[in-house]
């Protein structure tokens, strides 16, 4: 089952650019690496998803290096309200399915 | 409006006594899940669906069961054979199994036992 790693805790201030990384040594060939963002008392939400190098949305960037054993969630200029939890999952794939790890996740901290 | 609901939001019992979990989506998505969330942790799967009538145990199924009579519609029950219940309930449901699809979630059900 593939693990990850993450921070437990980062602060930041508002207006910086916040980059939590993500350690995954043992993905598999087939797996994506996906980040949700959670808020206290409410479900996760999806913000990024990627194979390999970087994708960007107007949300987020991810960045995977071509060894894919770690990857990168960079969130441009933060605000107030970006503070939340922040999950990095690795799919893994069985034969009827998947079994999604959320580990403790990020919890990040922005001031004013 | 499209989406996932659960009820009741905060829901208290008698240690003992079995309860059910309601989760329906109108999202018309194939798989559907069931997450346990404690304090300060992560989530941790107790069941997933990926079709009508069909569901797979995850990693801490013990104490709990669920039925996928429609694909609507996939109800936790949790049971007195659950050791800890208190804890955030979270549904979601995918267009298909598998991490490359987006996965959305419910606001939650907050379970206390007393």
């Known amino acids: 089952l593939a693990k990850t790693t993450q921070p437990i805790s980062m602060d930041s201030y508002e207006g910086q650019e916040v980059n939590i990384t993500c350690s995954h040594n043992n993905i598999a060939t087939n797996d994506y690496i996906t980040w949700y963002q959670q808020f206290p008392s409410q479900g996760p939400r999806f913000i990024i998803q990627?194979?390999?190098t970087k994708v960007t949305n107007e949300v987020a960037s991810l960045f995977i290096p071509a060894d894919r054993k770690s990857s990168t969630l960079s969130l441009p200029r933060v605000s107030l309200s970006d503070t939340a939890v922040y999950y990095c999952?690795?799919?893994?794939?069985?034969?009827?399915?998947?079994?999604?790890?959320f580990g403790p996740g990020t919890r990040l901290s922005v001031l004013p | 409006d499209g989406g996932i609901t659960q009820s009741p939001k905060y829901l208290f019992r008698k240690e003992g006594q079995n309860v059910t979990l309601s989760c329906e989506q109108n999202?018309?998505?194939?798989?559907m899940y069931w997450y346990r969330q404690d304090p300060g942790q992560g989530l941790r799967l107790i069941y997933y669906?990926?079709?009508?009538?069909?569901?797979q145990k995850g990693d801490i199924a013990e104490g709990y069961s669920v039925s996928r009579e429609k694909k609507e519609s996939f109800p936790l029950t949790v049971t007195s054979a659950q050791k800890n219940p208190t804890a955030f309930y979270l549904c979601?449901?995918?267009?298909?199994?598998?991490?490359?699809?987006?996965?959305?979630f419910g606001p939650g059900t907050r379970l206390t036992v007393l």
């Open positions: 999202l018309n998505h194939d798989a």
């Open positions: 669906s990926q079709i009508v009538n069909d569901f």
């Open positions: 990627g194979y390999k």
């Open positions: 979601a449901s995918s267009p298909q199994t598998g991490i490359y699809n987006e996965q959305f």
């Open positions: 999952l690795v799919g893994e794939r069985y034969n009827y399915g998947q079994n999604f790890v």
